[in-house]
């Protein structure tokens, strides 16, 4: 195809009698250069999705965890943010400290189109407000069925996967990617 192109424009060159070799040569040198482009783009992409399944990874190392509200220390226990913000310093992403805040951060995705390591924002005790309270990270969500790992007050206190359903789907507020952007602070 990428031959038929360039013959085509070339013919093309001809009948305004432009230097055909020399622009052969530009088209030939755009076409690889636009291989090379989309295979870094594709590197790039390998790499983001594998910090994240690393961050994913990571974080289920901590699976069992206590809850213990307003903490970021595993040893003796951690909140929902406390848990991302650990996980988070543990690959070098500067995070805010509080559930709340991180509603201003990173890009908004549809559940639908979350991946590994996004983070899942809840709504606090009021369902009724979309004030973020409580959140967790996106494990994996094949063909919609969306699930997270989160440090948990309720039932299932300390940190454990969920799913996304019920009780934790009524108050979902948005989910947000944060690779590979660059986090800002404040």
């Not at 969920?162 to 660059?182: H, M, W």
């Amino acid at each position: 195809m990428r031959y038929f192109v360039v013959s085509l424009f070339v013919a093309i060159l001809s009948i305004f009698r432009l230097p055909v070799k020399a622009a052969k040569r530009t088209i030939t040198k755009f076409a690889e250069t636009a291989v090379v482009l989309k295979n870094h783009t594709d590197s790039l992409s390998y790499q983001v999705d594998t910090i994240a399944r690393q961050f994913v990874d990571y974080a289920k190392t901590l699976i069992g965890t206590p809850y213990l509200w307003g903490s970021v220390n595993p040893k003796v226990g951690v909140d929902c943010s406390g848990f991302v913000n650990y996980v988070s310093r543990h690959f070098g992403i500067p995070v805010p400290r509080t559930a709340a805040q991180f509603a201003k951060l990173g890009s908004e995705v549809d559940a639908a189109d979350a991946k590994t390591g996004d983070l899942i924002l809840f709504s606090g005790k009021n369902v009724k407000k979309k004030v973020v309270g409580h959140m967790g990270i996106v494990t994996e969500n094949p063909d919609g069925h969306l699930s997270f790992i989160h440090s948990s007050s309720g039932h299932k206190r300390g940190v454990h996967i969920s799913e996304l359903q019920g009780y934790y789907k009524n108050r979902l507020v948005k989910i947000i990617r944060i690779f590979p952007i660059a986090l800002p602070m404040g």
